[in-house]
C-alpha cells in the first residue's frame, strides 16, 4: 500500500506554530501574508482563510524566513518592504530600517517649511521654491516621505554609504520621486560648496560606540548606528557644517537618542542658532532637536573721521 502523502497544516495551524516557537503573533502574521503574495494590510484575509491548507513549497520558505526573525533579523530585510509616512520602501541590510519615530522629523520639517501667509507670502506663492537637504538619507526614507508631501520642494540626499544610496535611488525611481542624490560624508560633499538651504535634516548615527544596546543590532549598518565615545561625533561635525549652507531664517533638524535632547540643544546654541527645541516622538521622549539659522549682521559702525 503506498504511504500517503502528508497533509498540509492549515493556515491557522501554522500560525499557531509560528507562535509556539516564539515568533510575535503580528511577526507571524506578515510572514505568512509574505510568502502567500498577499499585501501586509490584509491580516483579515487569514481569518477568512484560515482553513485553508499551505502549500508545502510555501512552508519551506516560511520556515527559513522564521528561522532568520528569531535571531533577530529585521523583519522588513525578510520581507523587502517597510512603510513610512504613507510609502512603501524596499529596503534591506545595505540600510537602517526606518523607524515609526522618525515621522516626527519629517512633520516637523513639514511645519517650518509651510511659510507664514503674510500678504508677501501670498503673492510669492506660485513662484518661491524651497530646498531641503537630508545627511544620511539610507533609503531615502525622509527625503521621499517630504517630496511626496510637497512636491514642488527641491530635495537633495547625501549618504557616505553608495550601497544605501542604491536603495534611495530605486526607492525613488519606483515611487516616480525626484530627488538629487549625492555620495560623501555629511555636509562637505555638496558638489555646490554655495549652496544653500531652508532646511536641513538628519537621523545620522547617535548612539555611543560601547553602548550594549548595539548587541541588539548586529543585522543592521554599524556605521549608520555607532558615533564615537559619546554618540554625538556626527551631530557635532553636522551642527558644525550647517550655517554654511543654510540660508537666514533656515532650520536645522535633527534626530538623536532618547537622552540627548539637552546635548544637542546645547550645540546647537553653542553654533550660533536660535529657538533651539525639541519634539517629543511617539512614546513622549524628546527625540529630534533643532535651530533657526541666524545670519550674522554686518558690522556698521562708523569709523571716525
Same mark, same amino acid.
Given at each position: 500500500m503506498p504511504i500517503p502523502e502528508p497533509v498540509p497544516?492549515?493556515?491557522?495551524?501554522?500560525?499557531?506554530?509560528?507562535?509556539?516557537?516564539?515568533? +510575535?503573533?503580528?511577526?507571524?502574521?506578515?510572514l505568512l501574508l509574505h510568502v502567500l503574495g498577499q499585501s501586509p494590510k490584509?491580516?483579515?484575509?487569514?481569518?477568512?482563510?484560515?482553513?485553508?491548507?499551505?502549500?508545502?513549497?510555501?512552508?519551506?520558505?516560511?520556515?527559513?524566513?522564521?528561522e532568520r526573525r528569531l535571531k533577530g533579523e529585521p523583519l522588513a530585510y525578510l520581507t523587502g518592504h517597510k512603510e513610512f509616512f504613507g510609502l512603501d520602501l524596499q529596503v534591506d541590510a545595505r540600510v537602517l530600517v526606518p523607524r515609526p519615530d522618525t515621522e516626527t522629523l519629517v512633520n516637523w520639517a513639514l511645519e517650518v517649511l509651510k511659510p507664514p501667509m503674510t500678504v508677501n507670502a501670498v503673492a510669492t506663492a506660485h513662484t518661491a521654491t524651497q530646498s531641503l537637504l537630508d545627511l544620511g538619507t539610507g533609503s531615502g526614507a525622509i527625503a521621499l516621505a517630504l517630496k511626496a508631501n510637497q512636491p514642488k520642494l527641491q530635495v537633495h540626499a547625501i549618504d557616505v554609504s553608495p550601497d544605501a544610496l542604491t536603495v534611495a535611488q530605486a526607492n525613488a525611481r519606483r515611487l516616480q520621486l525626484d530627488v538629487t542624490f549625492n555620495q560623501?560624508?555629511?555636509?562637505?560633499?555638496?558638489?555646490?560648496?554655495?549652496?544653500?538651504? #531652508?532646511?536641513?535634516?538628519?537621523?545620522?548615527?547617535?548612539?555611543?560606540?560601547?553602548?550594549?544596546?548595539?548587541?541588539?543590532?548586529t543585522? +543592521?549598518?554599524?556605521?549608520?548606528?555607532?558615533?564615537?565615545?559619546?554618540?554625538?561625533? #556626527?551631530?557635532?561635525?553636522?551642527?558644525t557644517q550647517a550655517p554654511a549652507h543654510l540660508k537666514p531664517g533656515g532650520w536645522l533638524l535633527l534626530e538623536h537618542g532618547y537622552d540627548q535632547a539637552q546635548a544637542v540643544r546645547d550645540l546647537l546654541t553653542s553654533a550660533g542658532f536660535v529657538h533651539a527645541q525639541s519634539r517629543q516622538d511617539l512614546a513622549g521622549i524628546e527625540r529630534c532637536s533643532g535651530g533657526q539659522y541666524q545670519a550674522p549682521?554686518?558690522?556698521?559702525?562708523?569709523?571716525?573721521p
Open positions: 497544516q492549515t493556515l491557522a495551524n501554522v500560525l499557531t506554530t509560528l507562535q509556539t516557537s516564539g515568533l +510575535e503573533r503580528l511577526d507571524a502574521q506578515l490584509q491580516r483579515g484575509w487569514l481569518l477568512a482563510h484560515d482553513t485553508d491548507p499551505l502549500p508545502p513549497e510555501r512552508a519551506a520558505v516560511l520556515a527559513t524566513l522564521a560623501g560624508a555629511w555636509l562637505a560633499s555638496l558638489n555646490d560648496p554655495v549652496l544653500t538651504f #531652508d532646511c536641513i535634516v538628519s537621523n545620522p548615527p547617535y548612539i555611543a560606540a560601547h553602548d550594549p544596546h548595539l548587541s541588539a543590532l543585522h +543592521e549598518p554599524l556605521q549608520a548606528l555607532a558615533s564615537g565615545a559619546d554618540g554625538l561625533d #556626527d551631530l557635532r561635525q553636522i551642527i549682521q554686518p558690522d556698521i559702525r562708523r569709523t571716525r
